[in-house]
């Protein structure tokens, strides 16, 4: 397994507003998988995600990446792993307003040994003629796409994507979710997929559930739909 969780606890606050947000989560996801991660707001989805992307420190249990335990690495280890291993998407995009789009993911460019080729992920992404303007000349889509690259610039083996489609209409969600999905089929990327959109697991190979801090549901798709076909996004 490429990620391995397990028995995993969290909780936030002390004394009368201590709160145990996750109460023992196992979880497995191999090397190249799809993963959706569901479950009403509050169930820890998010908090699961934080864990495994070293921005929040687990209170007991284990978080193996690549067979590494993160869960006791120290500050530097910590940003190193952050650094080399991941990359994050979230449902807001949190570009640099006075950054171009090329010099937006040359930010993340800069911070890894072997990026991938800038002009052709913004091929991929469909963003080459928009290499050059700013946030604000920009749609949601072309935002998060953006976004997408500034994760995908280290070539990271882990993509972690909280809400990815949170922000964008049915049109632009489906634009996205084949854009994710054709970034699996060519860079190999593992993906953890935090969403409320209940159709989104159909597209993936694995699905976890969870409720009130543990996983109510567990499966893998034998047959997945391709986000092209996915229906009511």
């Not at 420190?57 to 910590?78: H, M, P, R, T, Y």
């Not at 928009?130 to 889509?141: E, I, N, R, T, V």
């Not at 190979?205 to 798709?221: A, F, P, Q, W």
Request: hydrophobic share 35%; net charge negative.
């Amino acid at each position: 397994m490429y990620v391995e969780v397990s028995n995993l606890k969290k909780s936030y606050g002390e004394g009368g507003s201590f709160v145990q947000v996750l109460k023992g989560v196992s979880v497995g996801v191999e090397q190249g998988e799809m993963c959706v991660i569901q479950g009403t707001s509050g169930s820890g989805k998010s908090t699961l995600l934080n864990c495994i992307g070293g921005l929040d420190d687990i209170d007991s249990g284990s978080c193996k990446i690549d067979g590494v335990e993160i869960s006791g690495l120290n500050k530097k280890a910590l940003s190193e792993y952050r650094r080399d291993k991941l990359g994050f998407i979230f449902q807001f995009y949190n570009l640099i307003p006075n950054l171009t789009v090329k010099e937006n993911i040359e930010v993340c460019r800069y911070l890894t040994k072997d990026p991938l080729d800038i002009n052709e992920l913004l091929d991929t992404l469909g963003m080459r003629e928009h290499a050059d303007k700013f946030p604000s000349q920009l749609s949601g889509g072309q935002q998060q796409r953006t976004a997408i690259a500034r994760a995908l610039i280290k070539n990271p083996r882990l993509l972690l994507c909280d809400e990815p489609t949170g922000a964008l209409d049915s049109k632009t969600s489906r634009d996205i979710l084949i854009l994710l999905e054709t970034i699996n089929k060519k860079y190999g990327t593992t993906m953890l997929i935090v969403t409320h959109n209940n159709s989104i697991k159909n597209m993936v190979h694995r699905v976890i559930y969870l409720k009130d801090g543990e996983i109510s549901k567990e499966y893998t798709n034998d047959v997945r739909i391709p986000a092209i076909e996915l229906e009511e996004l």
